[in-house]
T-cell receptor
Framework: SQTIHQWPATLVQPVGSPLSLECTVE??????LYWYRQAAGRGLQLLFY??????ISSEVPQNLSASRPQDRQFILSSKKLLLSDSGFYLC???????????FGEGSWLTVV | GEDVEQSLFLSVREGDSSVINCTYT??????LYWYKQEPGAGLQLLTY?????DMKQDQRLTVLLNKKDKHLSLRIADTQTGDSAIYFC???????????FGKGTRLSVIA
């Protein structure tokens, strides 16, 4: 069966510090991978998605970036965090040419 | 364009039925989904319906799809306190395209 994990689960970072959130999927190959953000009390905002290694589509211009160094690994990064980057970050996967997406447990980021 | 709308809040008494509604604008959707998000957790797939169906039942859950009106609903029978969560409606399209999500409906169950 397929599993998805993301970490860390919680982090508190000062403004201006870097960020790295990691997500891995097991039990499938060549998945589509997604990063979403959910601000407090708000809906889901699609940040990035990837249909293959090195292929990243950005939905929202901001100070975040994503990379896919391996088939089942998706990394969300920032060089300098802003207060407005605080939120709940969700990684998700989807079978290639599939429909349903499956979410990870989420990572809480608080920028102080 | 793609847009999915849901009401933000719903409050029901324990044991009553809950009906969460969703409207969408793009008629080319292939599947429509309901996800559940409990506090502090990721989204859990609850159920989905193929766009050529009009009803799907799964235990206490009933999904109704009115494709003509582009309206999707989720009915939860005998609502329990454990059903308190945010429910997201989403639609998908063919090919490698992301799902489009609504903003979520927060269901509060009063004991």
């Amino acid at each position: 069966s397929q599993t998805i994990h993301q970490w860390p689960a919680t982090l508190v970072q000062p403004v201006g510090s870097p960020l790295s959130l990691e997500c891995t999927v097991e039990g499938t190959s060549n998945p589509n991978l997604y990063w979403y953000r959910q601000a407090a009390g708000r809906g889901l905002q699609l940040l990035f998605y990837s249909v293959g290694i090195g292929q990243i589509s950005s939905e929202v211009p901001q100070n975040l970036s994503a990379s896919r160094p391996q088939d089942r690994q998706f990394i969300l990064s920032s060089k300098k965090l802003l207060l407005s980057d605080s939120g709940f970050y969700l990684c998700a996967w989807q079978r290639s040419s599939g429909n349903t997406i499956y979410f990870g447990e989420g990572s809480w980021l608080t920028v102080v | 364009g793609e847009d999915v709308e849901q009401s933000l809040f719903l409050s029901v008494r324990e044991g009553d039925s809950s009906v969460i509604n969703c409207t969408y604008t793009d008629s080319s959707s292939t599947y429509l989904y309901w996800y559940k998000q409990e506090p502090g957790a990721g989204l859990q797939l609850l159920t989905y319906i193929f766009s050529n169906m009009d009803m799907k039942q799964d235990q206490r859950l009933t999904v109704l799809l009115n494709k003509k009106d582009k309206h999707l609903s989720l009915r939860i029978a005998d609502t329990q306190t454990g059903d308190s969560a945010i429910y997201f409606c989403a639609e998908s399209f063919s090919g490698n395209t992301p799902l489009v999500f609504g903003k979520g409906t927060r269901l509060s169950v009063i004991a």
